[in-house]
């Protein structure tokens, strides 16, 4: 039987059966709650305004819970006249993954109900069924009858007019200006990336609003009125042969034949050049140079570790008095390209240079990535041409300075390029350099590599390589010049004032690590034609531990199957290493265990927040025996480049600091910004280069003060998106959800007076949820989120606690929050991962624990051979 046969059979066998469930069912399942009870017993009331939704036949007979064990389930939503249906396996295509979730737990079904809801309360205020913020990922669905049957009606509709609320009047509350109302369409097309025409359309419907045409209805008469011009941008044309630079108006002269043929327009290469005047624009964004005192206001952990990349040598070494970096007023920044392509059918390439500037504080820095420059072609460029006007900027940025106004004073700051991050790939293209699959292709080292099923590169002593000696600036340059040791002519970074071509490039941590080593371990363990491949059974169990790990909620990726591991990201494979070795416990030989903790150990100590000399000798330790354990265990044919690079990661975190400030994770979701930018094939370079622009407008706007408080405010409520503003904050600690009055219990008395602390009041402050840089801590009586788990910290001395009650007190006149914590009694640290502590059997501990020791989250592991809690490596690595 055909398939569309097969539907329709098992459609009609489900109507049929739901027809007699309808005149004979009484019973009190969830399914049938609503039929069975009188309120809702009229078929006709629930038809009226009804949704007919059901589930297609079972022939497995399974309950519909177990739907999500068959990929062949088809789920189908009829209105009137109108179907659709879905397979589950594009589940993830049709609607967000929070719906999906529930979608396969069975516990909702994918349409409403048909009853007519009451939108307001009793007191006039809106409800949405559960009393949740409709916006809140973490809540529950408000219907509760959300899965019961629907009688179907042919006249029934999904949507209508009907309902009393919608025969309200509107009128507009006060008067507004045409400059607020446009501000406001930008900003909302910034943060949806509407489509130009989708503005105009938007600015129509408020004119229909208005009464009146006071806003533009054409794109041309919008950029009229905001005064739209090319100022600052620079745009560059490259002949598709020849690569030769010409400007935009003298294009067609680049035409010319080539070998009897004449070039096709699409291949030509475009350069836009834009920084100087988005870096002085933001600049002078009111409050945006108070960032900027990010050095002399940070406040370090150990004042002579590594937290930062202020604290590599290469910053301070431009630091020091004389130099460029000694003036206050001057600024470092760190550049960054990485290819992608504009759309997945598109053969066109898009490659950005962006900079990031390192003076501004951690968690800032990634909302103010600068676009230097972007090139888009169907080809790769060639690299110096992408390069050349952007080492002419930089150059005239570091020597003359930019002139900008801060707070009514006149500066002049100078801007050096710090480091350069890039994957071996890219970081090839830019200097000129062999591909990471040839010889002499180290940046760091002059390791010429050995023929093993294409070029690998052994650990020394091997054979009769020779042994490898490091790099530095000048030998790299005079390499370039003679076009030996691996580099293939010059490169334009070679010019850069300032720049170090050994010490200033990073290694980054994203693909030599995750992507690359992590992931070549994982063809190699879960692949059948792997080395050590794992049986199903033992899969099945690692499985089984991986899914049920509950990460913080800064960690965003939950666990997924291992059988997927070909579509996991690179935060997959970092928080595997990280934190999931655990569960790999028994399941692999000790030899591959032993190797595996080895680089989980290396690659958390060069990812913590703090960094000490002790870390950097173990790290450095731990990826050398890494290395020669791998090639003995996979043989000299599985030494690829990632793993050659892993023995530089520490020269690179002394030179440049902790792994992730230099990562290439804080730009890829750049990329994807940059793709959303992109609505059409026609002009691509100049809509990535505009709507960044609008972006950048639209940000500062609200600062004008022809803007009135009103218009700002809700921009600012649209725009940073903030949960904080009308929370109860002490000190740092923000105090998020409903608040709890209740007078304290003998056993936080007992535990407050061990301490010292004398109530003032006989009422306490109970929260569920805090915020505290950038991490959210959740007590155990929070329960409304299942797949994460905010409830474990470490403190300043180094204890590990799980979160009981967050509370606030009142103690000597002053507001104190604190935490009632059960504290985990622990054992030595797993041997070869220092980080990581097995937790023994135990009684509850409870301690108070003032929110100011708190260090940061963790996580705790728990599998049937054991429990261990590690910390979060850093409050600031994007995930």
Known sequence: MGKSRWSAYRLKRRKRQNRIRNERCTCSCPVHRKRSSPASSSSSDIASQGVASSYMDNPWNESPQSHTSSQSDVYTVSGGAAKSTFSEENLSDSMNEYEAHYLEEGDHDDTDTAEEVNLSDEDGHEDFGNGNHPNDPEDDPGDDDADADVEEDENATNFG????????????????????????????????????????????????????????????????????????????????????????????????????????????????????????????TPGFADNLRYREERVKIHEENIEDIL????????????????????????????????????????????????????????????????????????????????????????????????????????????????????????LNLNEPTGFRSCLFCDIVGVQANGVKFPMWPFGDMPEPTPRTHDTILRDMIAEDNGFNGSSELGLLEFMDLKEGFSCDDLHPIYVGVVKDYFEELFLPEGAYYIRPGNLAILNRRWLAVKFPTCLARKPRKIATFKRWRGSEFRNFLLYGLPCLAGLVTDNIFDNLQRLSNAAFLLSKQSISEDDLIQAEEDLSVFCYEFQDLFGVAKMKFNVHVLTHLTEVVRSLGNLYVHSTFNFESWNHRLKKLVTSSWGTCDQVVFRLLIATFVSAARFDNRISDRVRLSMESIILKSRLDNALHIGPVY??????????????????????IILDSDIVLEYKRAYCNNFEWRSTQYTREGRSDNTNIQTGDGSFASIKNILVITTNGDRVCGLVCHIYDLLEHVPLLKFMYPIPPQEENLQWIPASSVSCLAVKIVTPLSSVIAPIANNVEID
Not at 391 to 410: S, Y
């Open 161 to 284: 007019l009907n309902h009393p609320r919608l025969n309200v009047i509107c009128r507009m509350h006060e008067a507004i200006t045409m400059r607020e109302i446009i501000i406001l369409v930008l900003m909302l097309s910034v943060q949806h990336s509407l489509t130009y025409a989708a503005i105009v359309d938007v600015l129509k419907v408020l004119n229909v609003i208005l009464g009146r045409k006071y806003l533009p209805e054409s794109k041309q008469t919008l950029w009229k009125l905001l005064g739209k011009d090319r100022t600052g941008i620079t745009k560059y044309f490259y002949c598709a042969h020849c690569k030769a630079k010409g400007s935009m108006a003298n294009r067609p002269l680049f035409f010319r034949p080539y070998d009897n043929s004449s070039p096709p327009l699409s291949s030509s290469g475009i350069l836009l050049k834009i920084v100087m005047s988005r870096l002085k624009y933001v600049l002078e």
């Open 735 to 756: 105090l998020l959800g409903k608040v709890n009055r209740r007078p304290p219990t003998a056993g936080e008395l007992q535990l407050l007076g061990a301490q010292g």
């Open 311 to 430: 604290d590599g040598t290469r910053y301070r070494s431009l630091s020091e008095p004389g130099n460029v970096l000694s003036n206050a007023n001057n600024f470092s920044y760190g550049m960054n390209n990485d290819g992608f392509r504009i759309t997945r059918t598109s053969n066109a390439e898009a490659q950005p240079i962006y900079i990031k500037l390192n003076e501004l504080s951690p968690s800032v820095r990634q909302k103010h990535i600068f676009l230097s420059g972007i090139w888009i072609d169907r080809t790769t460029p060639n690299m110096n041409c992408l390069l050349a006007p952007i080492v002419e900027q930089a150059n005239d940025l570091a020597i003359n300075g930019l002139q900008w106004r801060r707070n009514d004073e006149n500066i002049t700051s100078k801007f050096v390029e710090l480091y350069c991050t890039a994957d071996a790939k890219a970081k090839a293209l830019l």
